[in-house]
């Protein structure tokens, strides 16, 4: 995105002020936990009749293994919920390498339902779609 630049981005600062305006009076909830343990006492949490959304950033490049991140996986395609992830390739090198080559160094990909759909700037600053 030309003229971006970090720190001092007009419009990241004024999306914050919005959202800053907005959360006094809609809070979102903030728990604390580990996905690998407690996302599922969330979810069953979640309201009924409503479609829910799971979606994570730059979050699984913490796990510690392959297998962990591999069984998060998993356990997001078992539930009824959209899934959208936003991590970068290595996180899952099979959806990397069936993806077309980033349009930059350090784009994360972002998959819905674990199915690559675009290349994304770290921070929310680009998206390139490569599937509809």
């Not at 069936?98 to 680009?126: E, I, R």
Request: proline share 12%; with cysteine; glycine share 6%.
């Amino acid at each position: 995105m030309s003229g971006w630049h970090w720190p001092g981005c007009e419009v990241r600062a004024s999306n914050l002020k919005a959202a800053v305006q907005i959360a006094p009076a809609e809070p979102p909830p903030v728990v604390r936990g580990d996905l690998r343990h407690d996302l599922a006492s969330l979810i069953a949490q979640a309201p009924k009749g409503l479609r829910l959304v799971i979606y994570h950033s730059a979050v699984l490049a913490y796990l510690p293994s392959a297998s962990e991140r591999d069984a998060f996986a998993h356990s997001m395609r078992q539930i009824d919920a959209v899934w959208i992830s936003n991590e970068v390739p290595s996180v899952f090198p099979k959806l990397a390498k069936a993806s077309p080559p980033p349009p930059a160094p350090d784009q994360f990909l972002l998959a819905v339902d674990g199915k690559p759909v675009a290349w994304t700037g770290p921070h929310g600053q680009s998206i390139t779609w490569f599937a509809t």
